[in-house]
């Protein structure tokens, strides 16, 4: 079945740092995979998504992910945080049927002055 | 372009009184409709979707229904609230490319 991991639960970084959000999937063929961010008390928006072709992936606010099949990764990246970033951040895997999503615990980020 | 919308946006209500939470859809058509719960400090959970009128999936057994009255409306409903009910629930709406587009949410309380 498919699921997904994001093993960091809460990650504190000084803004201006740079920031890496893990994680984990499984899924038996090539995945759709996507990461969304939410604002306290907000809906999701969508940051990047892979689907085929260049493991790496650049989306909206400076973010970028990078597919590594080999580890059955995907994780987020930021060079230099800002104190806008703090959020919630979920992984999702799409799964074959009718376009579902399974999302991953989500990793609550704090952003330090 | 397209514009999702849920509504109330937020709603308290006692255990054992019904519920009724409305989605809407604009600019597009016969889109896949989901909805979500996320509890407290946890990810989400898909509940129901829908691939058109009429036809609706539930993922998880549960105290909760859904319907889809019109091709662009998705209705999240309960005849009874549990205290287990509360929690954020988010509409999305979902074109053929696997993408999904999440409405503002609607933060619920059960007392």
């Known amino acids: 079945a498919q699921s997904v991991t994001q093993p960091d639960i809460h990650i504190t970084v000084s803004e201006g740092a740079s920031l890496e959000l893990r994680c984990n999937y499984s899924y038996g063929a090539t995945p759709y995979l996507f990461w969304y961010v939410q604002s306290p008390g907000q809906g999701l928006q969508l940051l990047l998504k892979y689907f085929s072709g260049d493991t790496l992936v650049q989306g909206i606010k400076g973010f970028e992910a990078e597919f590594k099949r080999s580890q059955s990764s995907f994780n987020l990246r930021k060079p230099s945080v800002h104190w806008s970033d703090a959020a919630e951040y979920f992984c999702?895997?799409?799964?074959?049927?009718?376009?579902?999503?399974?999302f991953g615990a989500g990793t609550r980020l704090a952003v330090h002055p | 372009s397209q514009t999702i919308h849920q509504w109330p946006a937020t709603l308290v209500q006692p255990v054992g009184s019904p519920l009724s939470l409305e989605c809407t859809v604009e600019?597009?058509?016969?889109?896949?409709l989901y909805w979500y719960r996320q509890a407290a400090g946890r990810g989400l959970q898909l509940l129901f979707y829908s691939v058109g009128i009429g036809q609706i999936s539930s993922e998880v057994p549960q105290n909760l229904s859904a319907s889809r009255p019109q091709d662009r409306q998705f209705i999240l409903s309960s005849k009874k609230l549990l205290l287990s009910d509360s929690g954020f629930y988010l509409c999305a709406w979902g074109d053929r490319a696997d993408e999904q587009f999440f409405g503002p949410g609607t933060r619920l309380t059960v007392l």
């Open positions: 600019g597009t058509s016969n889109p896949n």
């Open positions: 999702a895997v799409g799964a074959t049927h009718y376009n579902k999503l399974i």
